[in-house]
């Protein structure tokens, strides 16, 4: 296996990481994550306990991918983009991991700067999240969605060339 992972990052026991895979500065890949071949861990990247991470992805600085969430082949995670895994948070009442709330991002989907995912969703292959953008529901394949609630305002090809405005 040849993967880079900086010295001022640290792997957890039982972590696998695959060919080519890069992880720079100030990361930290917890317990059970399961990272794919060429990916790119940027600064200040969190992979939480049994995460599972595809192929070729790309993780830019300050993301945190927390237990219950999946990616799947080629996702682009922009910059301090937000994943969550409960609805209801209560810091006297955590739910355990068990009841974390799944999110899953699809082939080649991407997530705009600073957008933030609600749990519970799946987003399409090749989707397009806007900057900023909330996602409240399920995203379609190929379908670029922006503003808070996230609502589609168009489609993308797998190029991420906007195809269709509405
Ligand atoms: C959503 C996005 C793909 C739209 O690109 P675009 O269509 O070329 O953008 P435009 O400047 O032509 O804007 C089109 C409209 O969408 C709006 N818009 C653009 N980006 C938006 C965003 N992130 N959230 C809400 N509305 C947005 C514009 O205000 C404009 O609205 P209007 O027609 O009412 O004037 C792009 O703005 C974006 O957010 N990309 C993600 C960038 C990113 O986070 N990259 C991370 C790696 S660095």
């Keep these: 296996m040849s993967y880079y992972i900086h010295e001022s990052s640290y792997i957890d026991e039982d972590v696998l990481i695959g060919d080519n895979t890069k992880i720079w500065y100030f990361c930290h890949i917890q317990k059970g994550a399961r990272i794919g071949n060429n990916c790119s861990m940027g600064q200040n990247v969190n992979v939480s306990n049994n995460v599972i991470i595809g192929n070729?992805?790309?993780i830019q600085n300050n993301v945190s991918i927390y237990e219950g969430v999946t990616l799947e082949d080629d996702v682009f995670c922009g910059p301090s983009c937000v994943f969550t895994n409960d609805?209801?948070?209560?810091?006297?009442?955590?739910?355990?991991?068990?009841?974390?709330?799944?999110?899953?991002?699809?082939?080649?989907?991407?997530?705009?700067?600073?957008?933030?995912?609600?749990?519970?969703?799946?987003?399409?292959?090749?989707?397009?999240?806007?900057a900023g953008a909330v996602v409240t529901r399920d995203v379609p394949d190929f379908a670029l969605v922006a503003g808070v609630p996230a609502e589609i305002i168009g489609y993308v090809n797998e190029q991420g060339d906007i195809v269709t405005r509405l």
Excluded: E, Q, W
């Excluded at 355990?96 to 995912?117: E, L």
């Design 56 to 58: 070729n992805c790309r």
């Design 87 to 130: 609805l209801t948070p209560r810091a006297s009442f955590p739910k355990g991991n068990k009841n974390y709330v799944k999110t899953v991002v699809g082939k080649g989907a991407s997530i705009g700067a600073n957008a933030t995912i609600v749990c519970g969703h799946k987003l399409g292959k090749y989707s397009m999240i806007a």
